[in-house]
């Protein structure tokens, strides 16, 4: 049986965010300016981090729809898209979020009890960026050989890892991403 911890579009699929206007330091978006508008913002980040902060002008949001709308937005949205950057209206936002959230936060906190496991950045929403000594393509095969895939590298943190709770994940499905991850990391 295999276990989907990706967000459920794929990666190659998300366009390049604009850094003109931004920073990301520690897992969270530093607004530096000048911001054109609309700016592009992510909600939550692409490590999955709910950021707080944004800039005061017309935003675009990038989201993840599982979650949204339980997450701060910024004061004026024109739009939200998707991570490929479809348009989605709030039709289409999940209304499991707060469950999602709580479920991820579970699931971290026994990643975080494994050696050589860290969770990066807090608060995150249903997806959790762990950063591992061993290098994030090296973990993310291994797991996938253990039937655990869709384990996002993060570009630019050699042990950078963002890994999705989805809504059919049950418990036993965190065990195996457990044991899997732990396999990966210390085995």
């Known amino acids: 049986m295999t276990i989907d911890v990706s967000e459920g579009i794929e990666p190659d699929l998300w366009p390049d965010l604009p850094t003109h206007d931004r920073l990301v330091v520690g897992g969270h978006t530093f607004w530096t300016g000048p911001c054109r508008p609309p700016v592009v913002v992510s909600q939550p980040n692409r490590w999955g981090v709910i950021e707080s902060r944004f800039p005061d002008v017309a935003c675009v949001v990038e989201c993840d729809p599982a979650v949204i709308a339980d997450l701060p937005l910024p004061n004026r949205v024109?739009?939200?898209?998707?991570?490929?950057?479809?348009?989605?209206?709030?039709?289409?936002?999940?209304?499991?979020?707060?469950?999602?959230?709580?479920?991820?936060?579970?699931?971290?906190?026994?990643?975080?009890?494994?050696?050589?496991?860290?969770?990066?950045?807090?608060?995150?929403?249903?997806?959790i960026p762990i950063i591992t000594p061993r290098e994030a393509a090296w973990v993310a095969e291994r797991c996938a050989e253990e039937g655990v895939r869709g384990l996002r590298t993060s570009p630019g943190v050699g042990g950078g890892i963002v890994l999705t709770v989805r809504e059919e994940h049950t418990p036993r499905d965190h065990d195996r991403i457990v044991e899997a991850l732990a396999e990966a990391v210390t085995g």
């Open 78 to 127: 024109v739009r939200f898209v998707d991570r490929a950057h479809r348009p989605i209206s709030p039709d289409a936002f999940g209304r499991s979020g707060p469950q999602l959230m709580r479920a991820a936060a579970r699931l971290a906190n026994r990643l975080n009890q494994v050696p050589g496991i860290t969770i990066f950045a807090r608060p995150f929403a249903r997806s």
